[in-house]
């Protein structure tokens, strides 16, 4: 046979359609958002962009890299980019400020799984993301007492300075050949 | 290869509104056309057509590998300078690519002769991939065609089976990008994000327009996430010359179709090929025109024309055509004239696919004049098998 067994659409069909699900280990959706509104515009899920950051919030008190000083702290993740904790017995310490979260959720055809796994994101001096190391996860970087580890699948952001300079010859008839 | 009328499915225009197909009228003239059919003889297709879309792809990547070391090859391909070197480095790495259609003249009786390569931005996607295999199992099942009829059109699996391979090395965010006004492209690359989707990647699509830059040279989403893999249903060589367009080599943007596509989506590599395989049976004679009359038997197509816009058509027996278009300034090449065969009145023109590096189907697209314009309707086709020992050729 020449052609397809058989072509099905997922997104561009009106009719139900029903997905037999080929992957035995369902894809993850993973994100980096500086905000809970930036969460939100992507995942169209305010709940759980919610959740996510207030867990974080947490996990960032507890599990941040910790400094003796300003200054250490300053060397890893930039000017004014660290405040003085405290860890409740008195013992005062540095560690950078939370400047993103982690969410990551499992997919189900399409859709995500209930549950999600959120965690603290810190940028570092060179614009690279982090977050702490799950437990056991062997760190690459350890600053305090906290491994991190950086976060690849950054969706990283940038401030738009401009927009339109692609687009200029199009035509109602399109570009197609 | 025969042109055979059949009565349309009555249901089409519905079933076209379900899959979300918007453009088969455009400008109240019909663009799909499934009034009659072209019926294949399966050796027509696999000797013909797939076998030589193959070996042609196979001789355009060899002359890729030629042209980035050649500063001659670039500059009679109008390539502008600040691009070469990105251009040459995205083929050095093999940076991935998807798809690209091949144009052939074909009735046949003799071999399919290519009248160009649509590598960058090539469109009919849908139209070949999908609607026609819908109408091809519509027709089989309402007894409308001869049992046991085939398509030449594994199109869509091969995008799939394409996306799948590509996943790994795709940068994340994936967009999909078209000009914001064409139905068309946005139709064609909804219908790509549906088959990325299959494969299980992630994706998003935007407006070309809405693309933004950072301060320091990175492109942007509305979400203002850097963009990490773009495909772009728009020329390359219109983004050279657009305002984002010098920003692209040192932005880490990854493109589909890749920067080294722009070699071949450009009608120099024509004589590019001819040079290197003088009276191969599928190209035509070809040569960079130096401008001057055009004689008896030769075609002038600017090297980056699309939709068979600006194309001069001197033919054997005088008689000259030329079509308009946004094309006029530039380079053009000459091409020897081999006018497509009239069936009916009609002249098809056949679009052949590669996908990945596989040839995976056909679609045709049927013009009432000689030089297939925007114009041109798409008309379905079949794999009719030979019956009672008469070979249809």
């Known amino acids: ?177 | 290869m025969r042109r055979v009328a059949l009565a349309e499915r009555h249901d089409w225009r519905a079933k076209a509104a379900e899959c979300g197909f918007g453009f088969h009228t455009i400008d109240d003239a019909p663009y799909w056309d499934e009034s009659a059919y072209y019926a294949f003889s399966l050796r027509g297709i696999e000797d013909d057509l797939e076998a030589p879309s193959e070996e042609l792809h196979a001789m355009a990547l060899d002359m890729v590998e030629r042209i980035v070391g050649s500063e001659q090859h670039m500059q009679q391909l109008a390539i502008p300078e600040p691009y070469r070197d990105w251009i040459a480095q995205s083929w050095r790495e093999r940076q991935p690519h998807l798809y690209g259609r091949m144009d052939f003249a074909y009735d046949g009786r003799g071999p399919a002769k290519l009248y160009e390569l649509n590598y960058d931005t090539p469109t009919s996607l849908f139209e070949a991939a999908f609607f026609q295999w819908q109408w091809l199992e519509d027709q089989l099942a309402r007894g409308q065609l001869p049992a046991g009829s085939d398509q030449f059109n594994s199109i869509q699996e091969s995008l799939v089976e394409a996306f799948g391979t590509l996943a790994r090395g795709i940068a994340r965010p994936f967009h999909f990008a078209a000009v914001r006004d064409s139905t068309e492209d946005q139709g064609t690359v909804a219908y790509l994000r549906d088959c990325a989707l299959q494969a299980g990647i992630e994706c998003g699509v935007l407006p070309i327009e809405d693309i933004g830059i950072s301060a320091d040279g990175r492109f942007t989403d509305l979400d203002d996430r850097v963009i990490g893999c773009l495909f772009k249903l728009y020329p390359l060589e219109d983004m050279f010359r657009e305002s984002f367009g010098a920003y692209l080599p040192r932005s880490g943007l990854q493109l589909i179709e890749p920067p080294w596509k722009a070699l071949l989506s450009n009608k120099g590599i024509l004589p590019l090929l001819w040079d290197a395989h003088r009276g191969h049976p599928n190209l035509l004679p070809a040569e960079f025109d130096g401008g001057g009359e055009l004689p008896r038997g030769w075609v002038r197509k600017p090297l980056h024309s699309r939709e068979g816009a600006n194309i001069a058509m001197h033919l054997d027996d005088g008689r000259e055509l030329r079509t308009d278009g946004p094309y006029r300034d530039g380079p053009c090449i000459r091409q020897a004239c081999h006018p497509l065969t009239s069936f009916d009145g009609h002249y098809p023109l056949v679009g052949s696919w590669v996908v990945g590096d596989r040839a995976c189907g056909i679609g045709i697209r049927e013009d009432s004049s000689l030089v297939t314009q925007d114009s041109a309707r798409f008309v379905p086709h079949a794999i009719v098998e030979e019956a009672r020992g008469v070979l249809i050729a």
């Open chain 1, 1 to 177: 046979m020449k052609r397809s067994k058989t072509a099905a659409l997922l997104l561009m069909s009106t009719a139900p359609l029903l997905l037999t699900a080929c992957d035995s280990e369902s894809p993850a959706r993973e994100g980096l958002y500086t905000s809970v509104e930036a969460c939100v515009a992507q995942t169209n899920d305010s709940n759980t962009c919610q959740q996510a950051f207030a867990k974080a919030k947490t996990d960032a008190a507890a599990n941040a890299p910790r400094f003796a000083n300003r200054e250490a702290c300053e060397a890893s993740y930039g000017k004014e980019q660290c405040a003085e904790r405290s860890d409740g017995a008195n013992h005062s310490f540095f560690g950078p400020l939370m400047t993103g979260f982690f969410l990551s959720q499992m997919m189900r055809n399409g859709s995500p799984m209930s549950g999600f796994n959120s965690a603290p994101a810190f940028r570092d001096s060179n614009g690279g993301w982090q977050r702490p190391a799950t437990s056991g996860a062997g760190g690459v970087y350890r600053g305090g007492a906290t491994a991190m580890v950086p976060i690849n699948a950054t969706p990283n952001r940038a401030v738009t300075v401009s927009r339109s300079g692609f687009g200029r010859f199009g035509s109602s008839r399109g570009f197609g050949s």
